[in-house]
């Protein structure tokens, strides 16, 4: 598949979340020589080292320049539970730095608040990175789980909005108002979790979810809506729903573990018919299923 980009981000890019370091490491550079240019990490997952020792990797041995890479990391704001401090706009800007030196760059391409449960601190948090886009260390500067309310809370205090908005998308959560007003907004919008309706989808220790034992069923069962897309279209159901997010212009961040996978993962080169485009909105069930503590577009 063709690097294209959204507006501002790479269509196709490699999710870390729940990876070691070491898997990181390895999936980041093997990622980046099949041919993926955007790996997405986060403070909080614990790996920016491991992708940064990807990423040396891949560029001692090719021609390719930093520039030519696009990386995601991500803020954690605080607040999510009691004992989770809040970061004001200094805690942002330390939390940054060390980011940055973890994944030993000068610059980082994308950088996001993870999630909008900084509740009165959110405006610092944002002006904090408003801030570095002007010292020149972010190119974009973004939000990841933030609803309407949250975004409209940035333009009633005159702050700029953001570049992209990266938030859990999938034929199950569809999120229809929301996409709307990003796309009104010429906000980029880059889906995560596009594989939620897959049996295998987050197996791993840690990785809970609001999922329920009837979503698993439809995975598994042999007349699963994707399984018989898929088959239509001779792709494997991953294929299937990670194209349906690249066909609406959002950016995509699949995560494997599997060298193999995350090569197939890259590979789409085929078009849904409108027929099925519009068979899959009949699909949606509303509310998001990752975050196990509720939906954070629900924080207010």
Known sequence: MDNTYTQNVPSVGLGTYNMTSEEAELLTYESLKHGYRHIDTAAVYKNENGVAKGLEKFLDK??????????TTKLWPGGLVKVD??????????SFEKSLMRLNLDYIDLYLIHSPHGKNKRLDQWRALVDLKDSGKIKYIGVSNWGVNHLSELKDNNLPMPDANQIELHPWSQKHELVKFLRNENIDIIAYSSLVPLSTWRHKDGENSKKTDEMYEIGLSENSPFKILANKYNVT??????KWAVQQN????PKSIDVNRMKENFNLDFIIDNQDMEYIKTMDKGNSITWEYGDPLQVK
């Open 62 to 71: 090719s021609d390719l320049k930093r520039e030519n890479i696009f990386i």
């Open 85 to 94: 401090r809040i970061k004001d706009y200094t805690g942002t800007v330390k």
């Open 250 to 253: 959002f950016a995509i961040l």
């Open 237 to 242: 159901e991953a294929q299937f729903l990670l």
